[in-house]
Nanobody, 116 residues
Framework: QVQLVESGGGLVQPGGSLRLSCAAS????????MSWYRQAPGKERELVAAVAPIGTITNAADSVKGRFSISKDNTKNTVYLEMNNLKPEDTAVYYC?????????WGQGTQVTVSS
């Protein structure tokens, strides 16, 4: 049974930092790419960043390049999203996701609120 459990969200002031974690289980984690998405109130879910199965190739949305970085620890079955210089527009629920055999799996999400 595939499980993805996000953690690390919270309230942070503009310019602050957070590190999100997503613990995965139920599938061979080292063989699959992982992604972080986010959804702000009233907006569609959007891709934030993605990482290749062995973690050597990453990609990020233009809106977060230079501020966010994704990484993957295959020894801990965990994917991370390091977020720096946070802005109010980064406020959203953040989800980790993967696709196995054509099926998308999502975690429950973790809320990130950037506000003074």
């Amino acid at each position: 049974q595939v499980q993805l459990v996000e953690s690390g969200g919270g309230l942070v002031q503009p310019g602050g930092s957070l590190r999100l974690s997503c613990a995965a289980s139920g599938f061979p984690f080292s063989k699959y790419a992982m992604s972080w998405y986010r959804q702000a109130p009233g907006k569609e879910r959007e891709l934030v960043a993605a990482v290749a199965p062995i973690g050597t190739i990453t990609n990020a949305a233009d809106s977060v390049k230079g501020r966010f970085s994704i990484s993957k620890d295959n020894t801990k079955n965990t994917v991370y999203l390091e977020m720096n210089n946070l802005k109010p527009e980064d406020t959203a629920v953040y989800y980790c996701t993967t696709t196995l055999r054509g099926t998308n799996y999502w975690g429950q999400g973790t809320q990130v609120t950037v506000s003074s």
